[in-house]
């Protein structure tokens, strides 16, 4: 099986190639459940983002990705 290695914030990751067709396919990523990515990409998101009032997300897989976010802003303006 074909696989791409991705690295986000330290974290590694390799992702399979899922066929869409005979001539195509895209690696696949489900940030759900992966913990140690979240909490890896969450502050650092959190210093992209900067000071602001509200994140919103239309999807749900990367709402806790949002909520970590979040926490890493409220920490950061607490102290």
Known sequence: MKTYNMTLCNVDRTLPFIPIS??????SFVV?????LVSACAPELARKI????AIV???AKVSHLHMRSADSLVSK???
């Open 50 to 53: 900067g000071n602001v009032d």
């Open 32 to 36: 759900l459940g992966d913990t140690e």
């Open 77 to 79: 303006n607490l102290s």
């Open 22 to 27: 005979e001539d195509m396919a895209f690696a």
């Open 57 to 59: 997300t239309a999807e």
